[in-house]
């Protein structure tokens, strides 16, 4: 079965520059979630979409951004790198109201 | 205090074993309760979840929530080494899909 795609899966950044991440979910899920997972930290909800239209938000910076597109994928959009900022971003998928999202294999962010 | 709070571990078991996992949480307004298994540089992988109280089976997975303790838990059965992972709690409220999650528990069955 189709799982959630993210890429790429490595990134390697300098400070203060920009990242784009990308989450394609899994197909008819109309909803995104974005998490960040620092070195054995639970995941932290960052922000979610539905319909391409921000649907919730949680601790996400403001230097970071994101976007749903008309075909349901999703793009992080990280500006202005920092070195706290290396970790693992995940992106998780569902249909609204089924609350059980599956997630993608993550991408590791790391910030020389 | 975190909302969700998870006990880390690391829990060591032998093979064949019952492991008992939990979590506990402050904002009842939690309704859907989730448990995910994570393997080393791996997304977090659904197991169960359960909607409000209650008990639910899957094979050698059970997950238990009584919301009036405000406690889940998750068993596994005749464990196996294949199941040494870190297992997430995560629960979120009524049409409120930021989930929140526990610290999760690092699990090692030894063979």
């Known amino acids: ?112 | 205090q975190k909302e969700v709070e998870q006990d880390p571990g690391p829990l060591s078991v032998p093979e064949g074993a019952i492991v008992s996992l939990n979590c506990t949480y402050s904002n009842s307004a939690f309704q859907y309760f989730m448990w995910y298994r994570q393997y080393s540089r791996k997304g977090p992988e659904l197991l169960m979840y359960t909607y409000s109280s209650g008990n639910k089976e899957d094979g050698r997975f059970t997950a238990q929530v009584d919301k009036s303790s405000k406690y889940i838990s998750l068993f596994i059965r005749d464990s196996q080494p294949s199941d040494s992972a870190t297992y997430l709690c995560a629960m979120s409220a009524d049409n409120n899909n930021d989930m929140r999650f526990g610290a999760g528990t690092r699990l090692t069955v030894k063979p």
């Not at chain 1, 230097?63 to 999703?74: E, G, I, M, V």
Request: net charge negative; with cysteine; glycine share 8%.
């Open chain 1, 1 to 112: 079965a189709a799982g959630v795609i993210q890429s790429p899966r490595h990134l390697i950044k300098e400070k203060r520059e920009t990242a784009t991440l990308k989450c394609y979910p899994i197909p008819r899920h109309d909803t995104v979630y974005w998490y960040q997972q620092g070195p054995g930290q639970d995941p932290q909800f960052l922000i979610s979409f539905y319909e391409k239209m921000q649907s919730d938000k949680g601790s996400i910076p403001d230097r970071f951004s994101a976007q749903q597109f008309s075909d349901y994928h999703s793009e992080l959009n990280m500006s202005s790198l920092e070195l706290g900022d290396s970790a693992l971003y995940f992106c998780a998928s569902s249909l609204l109201g089924a609350t059980e999202a599956f997630f993608g294999q993550g991408t590791r962010l790391t910030v020389v």
